[in-house]
């Protein structure tokens, strides 16, 4: 095995048990022994423990980073944006559930990059500048996009963390509906939210032509009704002019 090689396994095995146990839950001695190696070997390479799970948090900040900034670039219209950051997020989760493991935690100190706050605040920096240009557009006051970008980015990433443990539902449809309520708000969500533009303009014709129906039927049951009233008045008024005055 090449020196390059024995680093990456390593790597490897250092993710792998760091994610389970944490830096401190984790000696060089059970590093060593799940490679197959002396400890003289990853002291060679990292300098001790400390100095792989650098690396690891390192690699894994920077892995996430890209693939969320490359996420808010590759879309023009800002939900797409949103949808594809979200979506970004979650499939880092399914396909690195130890690297992101590692990142929830608090970092250790000695690691050069900092902890998931900071990555957080790395990526709540690329949101703002989308937002910025969105609020400007619409001619918001775009002081505000920093507070916007902290909420965005944090019900994502609260959802992520969660969604780690439980796995259900499938990803693009926590995804869906992550972008449902950061797009549409409470006040109006949408019932079956989908990352697919054509599906979700196929629900909203089928809940417009519900509404026409509905509105259709509502209206139809007030022409009962007024018609109904109207007949009872007439009925009325023939009783009343029916009636005999006792003193004629």
Do not use: C
């Not at 690891?56 to 594809?84: M, P, Q, W």
């Not at 493991?101 to 990059?113: E, F, Y």
């Not at 990555?119 to 400007?136: R, W």
């Not at 780690?164 to 109006?188: F, I, K, M, Q, T």
């Amino acid at each position: 095995m090449t020196g390059k090689e024995r680093r990456e396994q390593l790597l490897d095995i250092g993710r792998s048990l760091f994610a389970e146990r944490g830096l401190d839950g984790t000696s060089v001695e059970e590093i060593a022994s799940a490679a197959g190696v002396s400890k003289p070997v990853v002291y060679e390479h990292f300098g001790g423990k400390e100095g792989l799970y650098a690396v690891v948090v390192d690699r894994e900040f920077e892995r996430l980073l890209k693939l969320v900034t490359d996420a808010l670039n590759s879309a023009i219209h800002y939900r797409g944006k949103l949808e594809k950051a979200a979506l970004a997020l979650l499939e880092y989760i399914e396909g690195h559930p130890d690297g992101f493991r590692i990142l929830v935690r608090d970092s250790h100190g000695g690691t050069g990059t900092g902890s998931y706050a900071s990555l957080l605040s790395e990526i709540a920096g690329e949101v703002e500048y989308v937002l910025a240009q969105e609020f400007d557009r619409h001619d918001y006051d775009d002081k505000f996009a920093p507070m916007y970008a902290q909420m965005l980015v944090g019900m994502v990433a609260m959802t992520g963390q969660w969604w780690l443990d439980v796995r259900r539902p499938r990803r693009e449809e926590v995804a869906a509906h992550v972008v449902n309520l950061a797009w549409n708000g409470l006040a109006a969500l949408e019932p079956k939210p989908s990352l697919d533009p054509r599906r979700r303009r196929k629900e909203q014709e089928r809940r417009d032509r519900a509404a026409e129906k509905a509105a259709a039927k509502a209206e139809k049951a007030g022409e009962k009704a007024a018609a109904k009233a109207e007949r009872e008045r007439r009925r009325a008024r023939r009783d009343l002019d029916g009636v005999v005055d006792p003193s004629t």
